[in-house]
């Protein structure tokens, strides 16, 4: 049997309705996944669902930042869909400002998109009636900036070994991916448009292997979901270009 095969698992993504999170549901449905999408805006939801390989996928609208509905969410996807084998949380904000200008409240909404929806998330499915009874893996989309500087992204995969310790006993896997720059998303465009032409191939450049693509981070995560990587869990894997090399 391949072990790479997502074949009969059920995997829920937040923030699927665009880059990272909207490719990992495309990839994980061709790989024979079951697909729960979570994201905020229901038109590219249902944009995403149109490219998804055949199978019993379903979408929810919802903030992910709104702690009080997110087991509700969870138990809707798991009584229409069954157990969670996966949980990808790949939604994430960007706070590209010098510290001398970060406000308070700029870094209380990078936490709580980033850090505290996926820990709630994580907390709520790796309770007994909604994850999977054989085993699960979850996987949390960083940055490599959690590698150089930024404090959100650090504390995501701080935590993801504490909790990869915490669930080790539930058969729960937690990683993270650390992803350096990746082109063509709705991110990148929006901190490109700052940024002056020299800027931008100097960014470039720092990447001995060119910019990454939304594939390349799923390819990643359809790794780290699969029975492939049963014997990881803590880790944080570095998908970027080189970027961390020089």
Same mark, same amino acid.
């Given at each position: 049997?391949?072990?790479?095969?997502?074949?009969?698992?059920? /995997? *829920?993504?937040?923030?699927?309705? %665009?880059?990272?999170?909207?490719?990992?549901?495309? !990839?994980?449905? #061709?790989? @024979?996944?079951?697909?729960?999408?979570?994201?905020?805006?229901?038109? +590219?939801? #249902?944009? +995403?669902?149109?490219?998804?390989?055949?199978?019993?996928? #379903?979408? =929810? &609208? $919802?903030?992910?930042?709104?702690?009080?509905?997110?087991?509700?969410?969870?138990?809707?996807?798991?009584?229409?869909? @069954?157990?969670?084998?996966? $949980?990808?949380?790949?939604?994430?904000?960007?706070?590209?400002?010098?510290?001398?200008?970060?406000?308070?409240?700029?870094?209380?909404? *990078? $936490?709580?998109?980033?850090?505290?929806?996926?820990?709630?998330?994580?907390?709520?499915?790796?309770?007994?009636?909604?994850?999977?009874?054989?085993? !699960?893996? =979850?996987?949390?989309?960083?940055?490599?900036?959690? &590698?150089? @500087?930024?404090? %959100?992204?650090?504390?995501?995969?701080?935590?993801?070994?504490?909790?990869?310790?915490? =669930?080790?006993?539930?058969? /729960?896997?937690?990683?993270?991916?650390?992803?350096?720059?990746?082109?063509?998303?709705?991110?990148?465009?929006?901190? =490109?448009?700052?940024?002056?032409?020299?800027?931008?191939?100097?960014?470039?450049? %720092?990447?001995?292997?060119?910019?990454?693509? &939304?594939?390349? &981070?799923?390819?990643?995560?359809?790794? *780290?979901?699969?029975?492939?990587?049963?014997?990881?869990?803590?880790?944080?894997?570095?998908?970027?270009? @080189?970027? %961390?090399?020089?």
């Amino acid at each position: 049997m391949n072990p790479f095969t997502l074949e009969g698992k059920k /995997i *829920l993504i937040t923030g699927a309705s %665009s880059g990272i999170g909207k490719q990992c549901a495309i !990839s994980c449905s #061709q790989m @024979g996944a079951m697909v729960t999408l979570i994201g905020r805006n229901k038109d +590219t939801l #249902q944009k +995403t669902m149109a490219l998804l390989s055949k199978g019993n996928h #379903q979408y =929810f &609208v $919802f903030d992910v930042t709104d702690y009080s509905g997110i087991e509700a969410i969870v138990n809707d996807a798991v009584r229409k869909m @069954g157990k969670v084998s996966g $949980f990808i949380h790949s939604a994430g904000i960007d706070l590209p400002l010098p510290l001398n200008v970060t406000k308070p409240e700029n870094y209380e909404a *990078l $936490f709580a998109t980033n850090v505290i929806a996926g820990f709630e998330f994580a907390k709520i499915l790796s309770k007994r009636k909604y994850s999977d009874d054989s085993g !699960s893996s =979850f996987v949390f989309i960083a940055s490599i900036m959690s &590698v150089v @500087g930024n404090p %959100s992204l650090s504390a995501i995969v701080a935590g993801i070994r504490s909790i990869a310790l915490e =669930f080790a006993n539930k058969k /729960i896997r937690v990683n993270a991916i650390s992803p350096g720059q990746i082109c063509n998303t709705k991110m990148t465009d929006n901190k =490109f448009s700052l940024l002056p032409r020299e800027d931008i191939d100097k960014i470039s450049d %720092s990447h001995p292997l060119g910019l990454g693509s &939304v594939e390349d &981070v799923a390819n990643g995560c359809i790794y *780290l979901l699969s029975d492939a990587s049963k014997w990881i869990t803590g880790t944080n894997l570095i998908i970027d270009g @080189g970027y %961390s090399a020089r």
